[in-house]
């Protein structure tokens, strides 16, 4: 046991680690697997979404290789369709929150006084707002395409990025060099331009990974509960018409129809908290110490 | 730029592993917690709050004005997008079948809405004063009704859920951090991260798969038997356990994980404490040290996630009651989503936002008392 105290304590690295993570690579790869089918999903699909592609609950077959649901559409050209709704909300959200986030986050951390008092209040009040059950409610009465969907995800998730970016605005903004800007009296915008946006890219972007995280199980979970643009395909989806079918569980048909889209929720989530942990190494060294 | 400056940045959010889980994105402090712990550096101008007033009086004010918020927002929300309530009435095969522009007054008249918006926020508040939640369209029976029959169930399932993931993370979390690196960390962690990235409701349909439908050990639905006629209170118990078994599982398990990481992140930072050094060199024992030393420090982090996870629990319900069809609110909210029953969903949405709120309330309240650094402020 001594060994483990022995071990612990030091300095803290004072770089971060070079190179890219194991973890990394692999959510990286995960990921562009992903946006492969995103991308060429109408190609590589075999049948169109809605296609009746087959006989009612077929088990996988040379045409449909992941057999078929209940009304006959193909398991597998749904599940490749089926990545769109997930990964073009995750960009959407996730592009929205941060982007709402850094607004609020840099102006209030500009400018002190009243409006970073305001702003800040603001925060603290969409941090408590109860969010899965509002964004039920939006959801259920703006019928929830992707596009709203991203955006009300957007509206009700931006306060942890806006807090992280503040901070990190207060903190840059009493480094010599933005002093010295300030001196030579620089306005307000070319310090925000030069000085100020080039250094919260990278945390924007270790924002941006969990948020779109986040948004792909939001998107899922208002699918399954049924919200959610009735023409696109989605995980989501898929696994509430498989579970609303109760019999799915009594047959063999679980393994093909209720499997598939868990396994891709599951494999798109696990790539995103990969790349988010890489990314955190690169950030921040001192909670490397700690997961490692 | 050279990314080391950012160690200057505010580390408690980023510092948790990234989130993914319904739980989605927090950070392990308490709202006005981080707030008050934001480093303040050398900035001019930066405004602090005065101390002549207590510091949960802020609190509570913040939360009331959330909730006020939130009950408006309730209000105006359908009002605000597009669309009229008495239009489908003018479809002829509506029941009430609004012919011309006197009786679409009178039906207006009747329903209130050709009152200004202004009173009709004013009575809907009065409304919910007296505990009146309207009329369900779907159900056809008083909304308060409806949630005051189903929210004791979804009180036990979320509550059992979180003091079981709670008792199971904390000590897991105390042990993992404690041996870090052994095989029983590494283990804890992967299947706990793999875990928390399946969705709530597929864990609850593969539990419902294996344990009642492969091997019907357990039963498929329902918070009991149907027109059960209990001998004992204590068969009813027994019965109402029984059939909590599985969805307190799922639920448990998509609690766990969050909470695990946090503790055992936290046990780890203070193994090398000096503090550490000279309980084990005034020869304490092993337990009080995991326990009373090290884990006494993780408690702080793991209460704020605890109320987190309080909100969580009771809007991550739907997913897995819809699954084993249990009696709560969860299953109710699904339901009214399904047949767009406003009414209803807007009386959930109520009662579990206030549950939320609560829940969130009591943990900053108590956050000051478990942690003297925060008292003092």
Redesign the interface.
């Known amino acids: ?2 060994a ?2 022995a071990r ?3 300095p803290p690295p ?3 680690p070079r190179g890219i993570h194991v973890a990394g690579i692999i959510g990286g790869a995960i990921m562009g697997f992903y946006f492969v089918l995103l991308l060429f999903g109408s190609q590589l699909a075999p049948f169109r979404a809605t296609e009746l592609a087959g006989q009612s609950l077929a088990s996988p077959s040379g045409t449909n290789r992941l057999g078929t649901n209940l009304i006959g559409q193909d398991i597998l050209s749904q599940l490749i369709l089926g990545a769109r709704a997930s990964l073009l909300v995750a960009l959407l959200a996730g592009v929205g929150t941060v982007l709402l986030g850094g607004i609020v986050g840099i102006l209030a951390g500009w400018f ?2 009243w409006p ?2 305001v702003m ?2 603001v925060t ?2 969409v ?8 964004l ?3 959801g ?3 019928g929830g395409s992707v596009v709203g969907l991203s955006l009300v995800i957007s509206l009700l ?1 931006w306060p ?1 990025a806006a ?2 970016l ?3 605005v ?2 840059l ?3 010599t060099h933005v002093r010295a800007a300030t001196g030579f009296g620089a306005g307000t915008w070319h310090q925000l331009r030069r000085h100020i946006l ?2 919260l ?3 924007s972007i ?1 924002e941006f ?3 779109a ?2 948004a ?3 998107q ?2 208002l699918a ?4 959610g643009d009735p023409t696109l395909p989605s995980w989501g989806s898929m ?1 509430r018409d498989a ?1 609303a079918f109760r019999a799915v ?2 047959t063999d048909a ?1 393994k093909w129809w ?1 499997a598939p889209p ?1 396994i891709a ?2 494999g798109l ?2 790539g ?2 990969l790349l ?2 890489a ?2 190494r ?6 490397a110490r ?3 | 730029m050279h990314p080391s400056i950012l160690r200057h940045a505010a580390p408690t959010c980023t510092s948790q592993a990234p989130e993914v889980a319904w739980q989605g994105g927090y950070c392990s402090q308490t709202v006005t917690q981080v707030l008050h712990r934001e480093p303040a550096p050398t900035a001019p101008a930066e405004p602090r709050q005065r101390r002549s007033r207590p510091p949960y009086l802020r609190t509570i004010g913040l939360y009331a004005i959330t909730l006020w918020a939130v009950i408006t927002l309730v209000f105006f929300l359908p009002r605000l997008l597009p669309g009229d309530p008495l239009r489908q009435l003018e479809d002829a095969d509506s029941g009430q079948f609004i012919y011309d522009t006197a009786e679409r007054e009178r039906v207006a008249a009747y329903y209130g809405l050709d009152k200004p918006l202004i009173s009709q926020y004013r009575t809907y508040l009065s409304d919910l004063r007296h505990g009146e939640f309207g009329w369900s369209i779907s159900q056809n029976q008083p909304v308060a009704e409806l949630l005051k029959k189903r929210l004791p169930w979804t009180l036990l399932l979320t509550g059992g859920a979180l003091a079981l993931s709670s008792a199971l993370s904390f000590f897991a979390g105390v042990t993992a951090g404690w041996h870090r690196g052994r095989f029983a960390d590494r283990s804890l962690i992967v299947v706990l991260s793999t875990t928390r990235a399946i969705p709530e409701y597929a864990l609850a349909a593969a539990l419902l798969i294996l344990f009642a439908v492969t091997y019907p050990v357990f039963p498929q639905a329902g918070g009991q038997r149907a027109f059960a006629e209990y001998a004992s209170p204590l068969e009813a118990v027994g019965d109402i356990l029984f059939h909590l078994a599985l969805p307190l599982t799922a639920l448990t398990i998509g609690l766990a994980a969050n909470k695990f990481l946090i503790v055992r992140n936290t046990v780890i930072s203070t193994l090398g404490e000096d503090y550490m050094v000279l309980a084990r060199a005034k020869g304490l024992s092993r337990r009080l040290l995991k326990y009373r030393h090290s884990g006494r420090n993780a408690l702080l982090p793991f209460v704020t996630a605890l109320g987190i996870q309080a909100g969580f629990a009771v809007s991550g319900s739907p997913f897995v009651e819809t699954i084993f069809n249990y009696p709560g609110l969860g299953s109710l909210v699904t339901r009214a989503v399904d047949a767009r029953d406003y009414p209803l969903l807007q009386g959930c949405f109520i009662s579990i936002a206030v549950a939320v709120l609560i829940a969130n309330l009591a943990v900053e309240l108590t956050y000051a008392k478990l942690d003297p650094r925060v008292r003092r402020r």
């Not at chain 1, 399954?224 to 919200?227: A, E, R």
């Not at chain 1, 690169?282 to 909670?287: A, E």
């Open positions: 046991m001594t483990t105290v612990h304590p030091g004072t770089s971060p002190p006084g970073d008092a800040m209040r603290d009040l941090l408590i707002v109860p969010k899965l059950p509002l039920l409610l939006i259920a009465l703006t998730f942890n807090r992280i503040r901070s990190q207060l903190s903004r009493t480094r080039p250094d890219t990278l945390l270790a990974i969990p948020a995280g986040r792909v199980s939001l899922a979970g399954f509960l049924g919200i696994i579970v569980f009594i679980w209720f868990v929720l599951v989530t696990v995103i908290t988010g942990t990314a955190e690169r950030l921040s060294p001192r909670l700690h997961t490692r």
